[in-house]
């Protein structure tokens, strides 16, 4: 016990719970917990970012490629506006993440006072939980229930209101020790069952998602698949759940998956999701698999119990950890034999044979491209993206072989590629990052890229270039063919627009002038942007107007 600020004293539980990054802008309502991070002798630091929208991101992104929760502090009013589009997408995505707000004072409540919300009204949509804490003594109690709050169950964020008063008071208080993690294991009877329902399958399919694998976990449902012969596919944006280079791995399970596979769904006789809720971007809007009763025998692992039977009601439901799950199924024994390894084999030759396009109708051709980058990027390579059609490639032609190596918005929110780069070379700058990006979502945050060239980070940004809202477009050829509204767009010269920042920035009008390019761009020691002009008829792999 001793007289700290709150400030401070937030700033030790953070500490204490092993935060270490905290990503925002700063806001005078919040000026003793900067003070507090400035007196905190290196042990947490503050990332000084250009919008809170692109700030939530990065700590959505940052949750994602390190496992821990991501922190966000933001000012009342319009920071915490800007912000909460990192909370939808935390949300979406399954991440923990705790926006801590700086608030009015606690004397101003009621008074529609300058920059006042009430923040448990606005947020508790995109939230697990929302409060506000007026009792300087109790923000550890808060900060640990945040932290086990986002962290439990199916992961998600939370969001803390600061009144600036609070910050402010000097009080004596208890630092409590670090939040405690428990682990959900599965019933021995679930295991027993789905030990049952395998030996009786011909033709099972296994369907990996969720955001909280840890490297035991992913070893061991790599080791399940193996056993018992079963393909593996994953759900949308959740490619780095599973070795892509694995014998099992089938590809993602989405809208345009390669060919065969949404027949080998149909005729699948045990349909096994972990981790993924197989919600509509998975399952195409239930047209895949069917809601509320998937047709297919089906049996749901989740790591909360309120989503099992919430909108897929499951022949076995189990309520578990899901590196829990993955070591208890990893001990069955193995099922299946040669006939079901070789549907598994037939399977996956269709998939890996579907990574290779014919050429493409551009300038600029991206299959090429993402050819060269499967052969060329490291194993732990980081690859992030927003949304877009552009975003088809990352998203189906490339192989993600390590974990946490895909960072995208299952939310499919534009403009989280480039925070997300950022983020994720603040955890790793020793890795290669590099974020794919279309034109109108590149503009959806590229302030961010003062931020990179404030850390002296160094991504690679890669700009697909074809001068329109390109997915909307699609759309509207097919629902309103010539008759094209609100969806093309006149862009800046990016190269020039990066090196404004002092980054690298350069123009790549064809195929050929990529490849030494994107050389020169992993050995430079700082950002490097290239614009690949793919042609405004370009709208994704093998998608191109007439």
């Known amino acids: 016990m001793n007289k700290r600020t709150g400030g401070e004293i937030l700033i030790d539980a953070l500490r204490i719970n092993q935060i270490d990054t905290i990503f925002g802008?700063?806001?005078?309502?919040?000026?003793?917990?900067?003070?507090?991070?400035?007196?905190?002798?290196?042990?947490?630091?503050?990332?000084?970012?250009?919008?809170?929208?692109?700030?939530?991101y990065m700590a959505d992104a940052y949750a994602s490629v390190t496992g821990k929760p991501g922190v966000c502090f933001v000012t009342r009013g319009p920071g915490a506006t800007n912000a909460t589009v990192g909370l939808?997408?935390?949300?979406?995505?399954?991440?923990?993440?705790?926006?801590?707000?700086?608030?009015?004072?606690?004397?101003?409540?009621?008074?529609?006072?300058?920059?006042?919300?009430?923040?448990?009204?606005?947020?508790?949509?995109?939230?697990?939980?929302?409060?506000?804490?007026?009792?300087?003594?109790?923000?550890?109690?808060?900060?640990?229930?945040?932290?086990?709050?986002?962290?439990?169950?199916?992961?998600?964020?939370?969001?803390?209101?600061?009144?600036?008063d609070m910050l402010r008071d000097e009080v004596e208080a208890m630092d409590l020790p670090p939040a405690p993690s428990t682990t959900l294991t599965p019933a021995p009877d679930a295991i027993s069952k789905?030990?049952?329902?395998?030996?009786?399958?011909?033709?099972?399919?296994?369907?990996?998602?969720?955001s909280s694998w840890s490297d035991e976990g992913r070893q061991a449902i790599h080791e399940f698949a193996e056993k018992q012969n079963v393909p593996v596919v994953t759900g949308f944006r959740r490619q780095s759940s599973f070795d892509n280079d694995h014998r099992c791995y089938a590809g993602s399970l989405v809208a345009n998956s390669f060919a065969g596979l949404h027949e080998y769904l149909e005729e699948t006789d045990l349909l096994v999701a972990v981790g993924s809720r197989l919600a509509d971007m998975t399952s195409t809007?239930?047209?895949?698999?069917?809601?509320?009763?998937?047709?297919?025998?089906?049996?749901?692992?989740?790591s909360e119990e309120s989503e099992l039977g919430r909108v897929l009601t499951p022949d076995l439901g189990i309520c578990a950890d899901l590196n829990a799950f993955a070591l208890a199924a990893a001990s069955l024994p193995e099922t299946g034999g040669e006939e079901r390894r070789q549907k598994t084999d037939a399977l996956v030759a269709t998939h890996r044979a579907g990574l290779e396009l014919g050429p493409q109708n551009s300038?600029?051709?991206?299959?090429?491209?993402?050819?060269?980058?499967?052969?060329?990027?490291?194993?732990?390579?980081?690859i992030t993206n927003g949304a877009g059609n552009f975003a088809d490639w990352p998203n189906k032609f490339y192989c993600y072989r390590a974990?946490?190596?895909?960072?995208?918005?299952?939310?499919?929110?534009?403009?989280?590629?480039?925070?997300?780069?950022?983020?994720?070379?603040?955890?790793?700058?020793?890795?290669?990052?590099?974020?794919?990006?279309?034109?109108?979502?590149?503009?959806?945050?590229?302030?961010?890229?003062?931020?990179?060239?404030q850390y002296k980070l160094n991504p690679i940004f890669l700009i697909v270039n074809n001068n329109s809202y390109g997915t909307i477009r699609m759309h509207q050829e097919k629902h309103f063919p010539e008759r094209v509204s609100g969806t093309d767009l006149v862009n800046p010269d990016f190269s020039a627009f990066a090196r404004a920042f002092g980054a690298n920035g350069r123009v790549i009008n064809n195929t050929e002038d990529f490849f030494p390019a994107f050389e020169t761009a992993l050995l430079s020691e700082s950002a490097s942007l290239l614009e690949l002009r793919v042609g405004s008829n370009c709208m994704g792999p093998d998608k191109f107007l007439s």
Not at 130 to 151: H, M, Y
Not at 201 to 206: D, R, S, V
């Open 194 to 210: 789905l030990s049952d329902l395998l030996t009786g399958a011909e033709k099972p399919l296994l369907v990996l998602g969720g």
């Open 363 to 382: 300038p600029v051709d991206m299959g090429k491209i993402m050819s060269y980058l499967r052969e060329k990027l490291p194993r732990d390579a980081i």
């Open 285 to 302: 809007r239930y047209t895949l698999i069917n809601a509320p009763k998937p047709k297919q025998p089906f049996v749901h692992v989740l």
């Open 25 to 56: 802008v700063p806001g005078e309502s919040y000026l003793f917990a900067l003070d507090a991070i400035f007196g905190a002798d290196a042990s947490i630091r503050f990332i000084t970012c250009r919008q809170e929208g692109g700030a939530a």
């Open 403 to 453: 974990a946490r190596t895909v960072l995208a918005p299952v939310s499919g929110s534009m403009g989280y590629g480039v925070p997300a780069a950022i983020a994720a070379k603040i955890a790793y700058p020793e890795r290669t990052v590099v974020c794919f990006a279309g034109d109108g979502d590149f503009m959806m945050n590229g302030q961010e890229l003062a931020t990179a060239m």
């Open 88 to 164: 939808h997408t935390a949300f979406q995505d399954s991440i923990p993440m705790i926006l801590l707000i700086g608030q009015i004072p606690r004397g101003s409540m009621e008074r529609e006072a300058f920059q006042e919300i009430d923040y448990r009204q606005m947020l508790g949509p995109v939230t697990k939980w929302v409060s506000q804490i007026d009792q300087a003594e109790r923000l550890p109690e808060f900060i640990n229930r945040a932290i086990r709050v986002a962290t439990s169950g199916r992961p998600g964020p939370v969001a803390l209101a600061l009144p600036e």
